[in-house]
């Protein structure tokens, strides 16, 4: 008689539930109690699925005040990962956008990797973190002078001797996969929630965000956009260029902090439309808010082109101010473009069930390829 599978899922940090939080969370509901590997743990910022698992941390957890700082630890990363010992682990499954698809493979083990981003403070988005004005001198320096090693890590980290199969969250990233890594990944989209979203639309006056304040955001463009059209624009969201941006909203922005998912989803339901100015790698809120039959206004670039359509939103290009300013002034002419149920619709598509489907069968074509026996895999997935 054959020892159970036993399962291993990584992830960079679990500071918060947002997007690739909850793809870790459906990941896990596939096998039977897997045990979880994060660099980060903060108490009280996950969800019980998640809370439950045994875990695992490394010596960052113990840093004082590292909920806030981890980023700082970036350099010190690769060395975290592959410090974790997986010996025993037959399946191992990493949720990755920095260091987690680093993890050491064990000899005779099978890694899925599920990229949501190639390592994106050293690749596409080094300059928005690290470029001028957006950090100190002495720390634009040391990203420099770290940013080949870490590049180099990470294609090493990425090769076929250590990960058995690469997932990409869009074609955007894939492409990226492919120019990065040399490898070609297979494409398994993300998922709303959506059941979350089913209060009747309302549609009003106010346009809508929700976001983190990082860099690649853009959040200046909304900003500065409707400051100019002097339409009234919600924003939802924190993070490290809270302050910059409050200066230069004018008296048409408003900036509501975080909230509930319930409060969130109230005003999906009853916005004019949801703005996406930034480029991301696949977009969760654009899904949400045509999950509320609300249609979106994106840059026309990254992952969201992969989901929005001229039937459910208007695009803008380029990434500017007056580009943004047109798309909003078209849907204002014409407010009633889009319907309710072409935005549900669409979002649909991208159910949880659907990823979930997916992806187990990406395991055990990795499993297969492997020469494993099939047997012993399905005799443990749940789904």
Same mark, same amino acid.
């Given at each position: 008689m054959?020892?159970?599978?036993?399962?291993?899922?990584?992830?960079?940090?679990?500071?918060g539930m947002r997007g690739g939080e909850?793809? +870790?969370?459906?990941?896990?509901?596939?096998?039977?109690?897997?045990?979880?590997?994060?660099?980060?743990?903060?108490p009280g910022k996950i969800s019980p699925t998640l809370t439950t698992l045994k875990r695992r941390t490394s010596w960052l957890q113990k840093v004082p005040g590292a909920e806030?700082?981890?980023?700082?630890?970036?350099?010190?990363?690769?060395? =975290?990962?592959? !410090?974790?010992?997986?010996?025993?682990?037959?399946?191992?499954?990493?949720?990755?956008?920095?260091v987690a698809k680093g993890i050491q493979k064990p000899e005779g083990s099978v890694h899925v990797?599920?990229?949501?981003?190639?390592?994106?403070?050293?690749?596409?988005?080094?300059?928005?973190y690290f470029g001028a004005g957006r950090s100190s001198v002495w720390?634009?320096?040391?990203?420099?002078?770290?940013?080949?090693? +870490?590049?180099?890590?990470?294609?090493?980290?990425?090769?076929?001797?250590?990960?058995?199969?690469?997932?990409?969250?869009?074609?955007y990233i894939a492409d990226q996969i492919e120019q990065n890594y040399g490898r070609k990944a297979e494409v398994i989209h993300p998922f709303a929630n959506l059941e979350r979203f089913a209060q009747a639309r309302s549609p009003g006056k106010n346009y809508f965000m929700v976001t983190a304040f990082a860099p690649y955001k853009r959040v200046d463009i909304a900003i500065e956009?409707?400051?100019?059209?002097k339409l009234p624009l919600l924003i939802v969201g924190s993070g490290q260029d809270q302050a910059r941006l409050k200066k230069l909203a004018g008296p048409t922005v408003e900036f509501l902090g975080s909230l509930s998912n319930s409060a969130i989803a109230d005003l999906y339901s009853k916005c004019r439309a949801f703005i996406?100015?930034?480029?991301?790698?696949?977009?969760?809120?654009?899904?949400?808010? =045509?999950a509320s039959g609300a249609p979106v206004i994106a840059f026309k670039e990254g992952g969201v082109t992969e989901t929005v359509t001229e039937k459910t939103g208007i695009f803008f290009h380029p990434q500017s101010v007056e580009s943004l300013m047109q798309a909003v002034s078209k849907l204002e002419a014409e407010p009633l473009s889009f319907s309710d149920a072409e935005?549900?619709?669409?979002?649909?598509?991208?159910? !949880?069930?659907?990823?979930?489907?997916?992806?187990?069968?990406?395991?055990?074509?990795?499993?297969?390829?492997?020469?494993?026996?099939?047997d012993d895999l399905n005799s443990i997935l749940l789904i």
């Open positions: 054959r020892k159970p599978i036993k399962t291993a899922l990584i992830h960079d940090w679990l500071t909850y793809v +870790l969370e459906a990941i896990a509901e596939l096998f039977p109690r897997p045990d979880l590997f994060t660099l980060l743990y903060v806030k700082r981890y980023r700082h630890f970036l350099p010190f990363m690769p060395g =975290m990962i592959e !410090k974790f010992d997986l010996t025993g682990y037959d399946l191992i499954i990493s949720s990755s956008h920095c990797s599920y990229i949501h981003a190639p390592m994106r403070y050293m690749w596409d988005r080094y300059e928005d720390v634009r320096a040391a990203a420099r002078w770290v940013r080949p090693r +870490l590049q180099k890590w990470d294609r090493e980290a990425s090769s076929e001797q250590r990960i058995d199969k690469l997932i990409a969250n869009s074609q956009a409707f400051n100019r059209m996406f100015p930034g480029v991301e790698d696949f977009g969760i809120t654009p899904l949400e808010a =045509m935005c549900r619709k669409r979002a649909a598509e991208f159910s !949880k069930t659907a990823f979930q489907t997916r992806f187990k069968q990406a395991v055990i074509n990795a499993w297969s390829q492997a020469g494993k026996p099939l």
